[in-house]
């Protein structure tokens, strides 16, 4: 795995909270950050990882190991 390939710590919250089942909305108040950042920070993590909707960045995440840590 390369640089690229590694979540800030950020990333890493807002994907166990996602993952969790926080919307969002409710993700966003829970980070402190807007849910326009959030959708942004979602955005950037499908881009690294090629994926087309939500749900494929899920399974490709946990493929790389980036869910191991959560919940």
Avoid at 43 to 67: C, E, H, P, T, Y
Wanted: hydrophobic content about 40%; proline content about 0%.
């Amino acid at each position: 795995m390369g640089v690229h390939d590694e979540l800030s710590d950020r990333e890493r919250q807002l994907l166990t909270l996602l993952t969790a089942g926080y919307t969002d909305e409710s993700a966003a108040v829970r980070l402190g950050i807007s849910v326009r950042t959030v959708r942004r920070l979602v955005s950037g993590i499908m881009n690294r990882l090629g994926a087309r909707s939500r749900f494929q960045a899920g399974v490709k995440a946990a493929d790389r190991g980036w869910l191991l840590d959560a919940g």
